[in-house]
């Protein structure tokens, strides 16, 4: 696996700070982006500055790596926003930057990846649900709702893929200790954690557990599905 090209998206903090630095330490070739700029500093790491949303940016992007790298091998669509609000008091263009960022860029990433993959025959795309759509969480309607179409699109893009030779796969971590929900209350949180099987906050190593597994040789007959973490 090691000298493998990976791309992931939202590497500016959190997870994808951390799946970056993982797999560096790992011996992986990491392609980071964000809409700002980064100071992760890797001999084997490039960062882009890209909305993931934004088509034009992308595509160019995708050249770049094309350019430079001469291909793509893994895809991994970290990037996420929330909103925690009820729903009778979101604003549309809340709606519309949950939606741009975490279903349209997680098909445009998708998309654009699979072409550089598809000249190999092979690819591993990895995306991020979530437990709140399962857990149906009230006041994160539109993120969840915005997970579920991650989820669907997850399994519509493994079934027009596979002639490829490209797996697609989504993990749905529970609570992570990021910026994403320090701002949520505590005994919301607390409510949430109760309803896991598993009642904890969940890590940056169980979501690297779970991509880890996605993206291994051994997993290439395993695709379209979606593996919530914590017993949900």
């Given amino acids: 696996m090691s000298q493998q090209i990976m791309l992931i998206t939202g590497t500016r903090k959190g997870i994808g700070r951390y799946l970056a630095e993982y797999y560096l330490e790992r011996g992986f070739k990491v ?20 909305d993931v949303a934004d088509e034009a940016g992308v595509v160019g992007m995708m050249a770049a790596i094309m350019a430079e790298y001469g291909g793509l091998d893994i895809l991994v669509n970290n990037a996420g926003i929330a909103s925690m609000n009820h729903f009778l008091l979101t604003p549309a263009k809340t709606v519309s930057r949950i939606m741009d960022t975490n279903v349209l860029g997680t098909f445009l990433m998708s998309r654009e990846s699979a072409k550089l993959m598809r000249g190999r025959r092979s690819g591993r795309i990895v995306n991020f649900s979530t437990v709140a759509t399962p857990l149906k969480l009230e006041g994160e309607a539109v993120y969840a709702a915005s997970k579920a179409a991650v989820v669907s699109l997850t399994e519509v893009l493994a079934r027009e893929l596979a002639e490829f030779g490209i797996t697609v ?38 979501v690297s557990n779970v991509v880890d597994f996605f993206i291994s040789p051994g997993s290439d007959f395993v695709t379209g599905q979606n593996l919530y973490l914590g017993g949900v």
Avoid: M, W
């Avoid at 700002?36 to 890209?50: C, I, K, N, P």
């Fill in 31 to 50: 392609i980071g982006c964000s809409r700002g700029e980064s100071d992760l500093a890797h001999d084997a790491y490039r960062h882009f500055e890209v």
């Fill in 169 to 206: 796969n989504s993990v749905g971590p529970t609570p992570v200790e990021t910026d994403l929900i320090r701002n949520v209350p505590k005994d919301k949180i607390d409510r949430l954690l109760s309803r896991q099987a598993i009642p904890r906050f969940g890590t940056f190593q169980d």
